[in-house]
């Protein structure tokens, strides 16, 4: 198996950053640390590939990622689309999983000549965290960012779009009994996706069954749907914020006997793992995880070499995937 720099920054016990450092020649590294990253080059035999090679160039050679979580699929497979681009282009990703700028993960990151670039997904408080960046002139990309007015150097799903399809999709099939269940109102994507799909229902002159405002968590759509089934008042559709809303809403039902899609059709958005697996199949909205990570790591690559000099936001359609959750109305 080919010996990679993270190997040689695993037996040598110090960070990539300081491997590539001594790669480079940097002379800011410490003699000790720098023997130990020669020792460790010799005993494992490593030779530096292309990649490293470019860090004569003197730059690290590698690229940041700021993401709030790791345990979304969707999230998951952005960053591994992002790894396999950037790797072709002969960058390192490093992942941080962090909460804010004034985490000691982001912190590192940041940190002058630690990185060639950054990409922040999904990122909040985002305004810091772009300050911070021009401060120390490192070009960097946002992805699925909550301010319109930061979408320089963005990509952004057309979240407005994906709500208008989910629920004219519901309307087609006859229904007009529709609730939405709606994420946190702090990320933009819940606030688009709500006037999506108020705006397809307006068109129809369908006035919703019910807006409720929750978390992106399956107990949300549980704990909801329960009360409907509560109160005796079922709507014919559900359109869920997310893949994990709409299991909720599905558990609830299936465990009453309520029949899906028969008496209640449900979508959901993002078109996590779980949707393909869940029985039955969920109708859902996908985000095109590929298509998003290849857009970013462009945009990042062309900053990082001087060629995008102006600000551009690149949007990207979701698409809705019809499966088994959905079916024509008998239940108004």
């Known amino acids: 198996m080919k010996v990679s720099i993270f190997d040689v920054a695993k037996k040598s016990g110090l960070s990539v950053v300081t491997v590539s450092r001594v790669l480079n020649g940097a002379e800011t590294v410490r003699e000790k640390n720098r023997q130990k990253v020669l020792d460790a080059i010799k005993e494992l035999d490593y030779r530096p590939n292309a990649a490293a090679r470019s860090l004569a160039r003197g730059k690290t050679g590698i690229v940041g990622l700021i993401v709030t979580t790791l345990q979304d699929s969707f999230f998951d497979a952005v960053v591994k689309e992002l790894n396999e681009v950037l790797a072709l282009h002969g ?130 759509g549980y704990e909801t749907c329960r009360r409907w089934i509560r109160e005796g008042q079922l709507p014919s559709a559900v359109f869920a914020g997310d893949d994990n809303i709409a299991l909720g809403v599905v558990n609830a039902l299936m465990e009453e006997g309520i029949r899906v899609p028969d008496q209640v059709a449900v979508v959901g958005y993002d078109d996590q793992q779980i949707s393909s697996q869940l029985h039955p199949h969920l109708t859902t909205v996908r985000q095109p995880a590929d298509r998003i990570g290849l857009a970013a790591a462009d945009m990042l690559l062309k900053r990082m070499d001087g060629t995008m000099k102006r600000g551009s936001n690149v949007k990207i359609n979701p698409e809705l995937i019809i499966r088994e959750s959905t079916a024509a109305t008998t239940n108004q």
């Open 91 to 220: 960058y390192f990703l490093a992942v941080s999983v962090s909460t804010g700028i004034g985490s000691d993960e982001a912190h590192y990151l940041i940190q002058e000549d630690r990185v060639d670039g950054l990409i922040l997904l999904s990122p909040m408080e985002e305004d810091n965290y772009i300050v911070e960046l021009k401060r120390r002139n490192i070009p960097y990309v946002l992805i699925d960012n909550q301010k319109p007015e930061n979408d320089a150097f963005s990509v952004t799903i057309d979240n407005y779009k994906g709500g208008y399809d989910a629920a004219k999709h519901l309307i087609d099939l006859g229904h007009t009994r529709i609730a939405h269940l709606s994420g946190q109102e702090m990320f933009r994507s819940t606030k688009e996706r709500r006037s999506g799909f108020l705006q397809a229902l307006e068109e129809k002159g369908i006035r919703p069954f019910e807006m409720v405002t929750g978390e992106f968590e399956i107990a949300f």
